[in-house]
């Protein structure tokens, strides 16, 4: 049974950085396309970041950019999102997911697994 599992989060203030963390039990992990996405309450789940077989084809959403950095970590089956200068309209239950065709993609659609998330809250 896939699983994946989602550490890092946490209640932190505006402005401090956070690596989110996602461990995959994918027996070919590096064949998976990885996927961050996050649900604010009372909103739909939506796209953050990812990342492909190849760890320079990355792509992040519009409204993140500059501030996000996804990576992964073959050895250890696990990919993570780097998150500076959080803001509270972060806050959020960030999921990870990953998607066997192994392209990057922004559709929730295209992915196979998904992990149970970690909240982030930011607050002051």
């Known amino acids: 049974q896939v699983q994946l599992v989602e550490s890092g989060g946490g209640l932190v203030q505006p402005g401090d950085s956070l690596r989110l963390s996602c461990a995959a039990s994918l027996r070919t992990f590096s064949n998976y396309a990885m996927g961050w996405f996050r649900q604010a309450p009372g909103k739909e789940r939506e796209f953050v970041a990812t990342i492909g077989r190849r760890v320079d084809h990355t792509h992040y959403a519009a409204s993140l950019k500059g501030r996000i950095t996804i990576s992964r970590e073959n050895a250890k089956n696990t990919v993570y999102l780097q998150m500076n200068s959080l803001r509270p309209e972060d806050t959020a239950v960030y999921y990870c997911?990953?998607?066997?065709?192994?392209?990057?993609?922004?559709?929730?659609?295209?992915?196979?697994?998904w992990g149970q998330g970690t909240q982030v809250t930011v607050s002051s």
């Open positions: 997911a990953a998607d066997s065709q192994g392209l990057p993609t922004t559709r929730l659609t295209d992915y196979d697994h």
